[in-house]
């Protein structure tokens, strides 16, 4: 039976094998950002099936809510996002990030990690390094306490104020170097800082030499839930190299990922 009837091709496919479903699988994926409402013609033509079966699945598709019709033109509607909701809430962060890790790694030269708050402390839970010798190893379950680290400030900096607060009373300063900030007031106005201008640089205050940025990570709520980071040693690479060619590219890895969080 040709491809191109209502019906299924079962040639080469196994028992198990739903036809229907495959088609009206394929009706939805049909839709996009180049033809987002299309006619029944339209969608016959750009799936392979005929007009009849084409209008048949469409039709299921609008009662079931997942495509609306106004007139002669067939659309999507947000209740696909529905068909997604299960696989991005079930796939852990690390796993989501790792693909904007290696990106940012592989593009830049400069090692990646993601961070996320683990009470008054930050935890690396992936990481894409490289073997430059310029730069630290970002090592998974490492812990960093949330003052100090370019990652934990901007998580700090990110938070809702009664959060924040509420943290801030907890932690005791304890500097990790002669560049440490040793006083509250002056870490509350760093966070003011980094809050405004959306980016955390951490220059030998955990250690001498060291020198990381970060980046927050929001959820499609706007919610702080994790940040980029990245180290280096600052005898070898200047803070304008960072500012310059791993912080936009950090940032927009970031806006990326917010996209598949749940």
Not at 63 to 68: A, I, R
Not at 79 to 84: A, D
Not at 93 to 116: N, S, T
């Amino acid at each position: 039976m040709p491809a191109s009837t209502c019906e299924p091709d079962i040639q080469d496919k196994p028992k198990t094998f739903v036809g229907s479903l495959s088609y009206g699988l394929n009706i939805i994926m049909a839709f996009g950002r180049a033809n987002p409402r299309m006619t029944l013609s339209q969608v016959s033509e750009k799936t392979g099936m005929d007009r009849a079966g084409a209008r048949r699945y469409l039709l299921t598709l609008v009662h079931l809510g997942f495509v609306s019709q106004d007139g002669r033109l067939f659309q999507l509607t947000p209740k696909v996002m529905e068909l997604g909701y299960a696989y991005l809430s079930s796939v852990p962060l690390a796993d989501k990030a790792q693909y904007y890790l290696d990106k940012v790694r592989d593009h830049c030269g400069f090692p990646m990690a993601l961070g996320i708050r683990d009470g008054l402390d930050i935890v690396h839970i992936a990481s894409a390094n490289t073997d430059e010798f310029s730069f630290p190893a970002l090592t998974i379950g490492r812990r960093f306490p949330i003052a100090y680290a370019s990652a934990g400030r901007c998580i700090l900096a990110m938070m809702e104020k009664p959060e924040r607060d509420s943290l801030l009373k907890q932690i005791t300063l304890e500097p990790l170097s002669d560049h440490s900030i040793t006083s509250m007031e002056d870490l509350r106005r760093e966070l003011r800082a980094i809050r405004k201008q959306g980016y955390a640089i951490v220059d030998q205050e955990m250690q001498l030499g060291v020198r990381s940025l970060a980046v927050p990570i929001f959820d499609v709520r706007n919610r702080i839930v994790a940040s980029f980071n990245t180290f280096t040693f600052s005898s070898i690479v200047p803070v304008e190299k960072l500012m310059d060619d791993v912080l936009p590219e950090m940032l927009a890895a970031a806006q990326d990922i917010q996209h598949t969080l749940i």
